[in-house]
């Protein structure tokens, strides 16, 4: 168990609206990351975080926000979705230099 | 954005067989990882690998560091049923981050 919890697994929306959805672990890993998970793409990195209130965008970051107030948390926002984002989204965390990474279940994000 | 080149994509195979898959780069890593996923849930880390040439075991797999760094494989002996699942490649470049790099990911079935 990589103690790695995302929230909600699942979830309907109707494009234009926000969407947050939540990365909480529980192993004080350092490093911590958004992936979205697409067919024929595999996992594309989002937006990455190396410290509390230290983020950086990842390739595929654009109507993407991340925030981390605190190492055991880390928001992923989409401010306005749209249907382009309809995908699974997976966090992952890692702890301190050359560790592996470890996922979450993820979160299965509909945009209608 | 940077992809490894993962092969082959599918793989049908009875049960019993042994598996072989690769992953190929451009690109020098540092560390190589190799996951397995599972339909519903996210990425489990099988085996990690941080030095060329290096060659790991984890239960019926065994994972190997290419000498060039751009390169690893993993074997699968006496394939049973809970196999079944898709296996993904990474390449970690040990500076800054910690970011990885994904393969396509290889697509295991096994017919009984």
């Known amino acids: 168990d990589a103690g790695i919890t995302q929230s909600p697994r699942h979830k309907v929306t109707e494009t234009g609206t926000p969407v947050t959805l939540r990365c909480h672990q529980t192993?004080?890993?350092?490093?911590m990351y958004w992936y979205r998970q697409d067919p024929g793409h595999g996992l594309r990195l989002i937006h990455y975080s190396y410290g509390v209130k230290d983020t950086d965008k990842g390739e595929v970051s654009d109507g993407y926000s991340v925030s981390r107030s605190k190492t055991e948390d880390f928001l992923l926002t989409l401010e306005s979705a749209t249907s382009s984002q309809t995908s699974v989204y997976f966090c992952?965390?890692?702890?301190?230099?050359?560790?592996?990474?470890?996922f979450g279940d993820g979160t299965r994000l509909s945009i209608l | 954005g940077q992809q490894l080149n993962q092969s082959p994509q599918s793989m049908f195979i009875q049960e019993g067989e042994d598996v072989s898959m690769n992953c190929t780069s451009s690109s020098i890593f540092n560390t190589w990882l190799w996951y397995k996923q599972d339909p519903g849930e996210g990425p489990v880390l099988l085996i990690a690998?941080?030095?060329?040439?290096e060659l790991t075991s984890n239960g019926r797999l065994t994972a190997q560091f290419g000498i060039t760094r751009k390169d690893s494989f993993l074997n699968i002996s006496a394939s049973i049923p809970s196999d079944v699942g898709i296996y993904f490649c990474a390449g970690q470049q040990v500076q800054g981050a910690q970011k990885l790099v994904f393969g396509q990911g290889t697509r295991l079935t096994i017919n009984p």
């Open positions: 192993e004080n890993h350092r490093y």
């Open positions: 992952a965390a890692a702890g301190g230099a050359g560790q592996p990474q470890h």
């Open positions: 690998l941080y030095k060329a040439g």
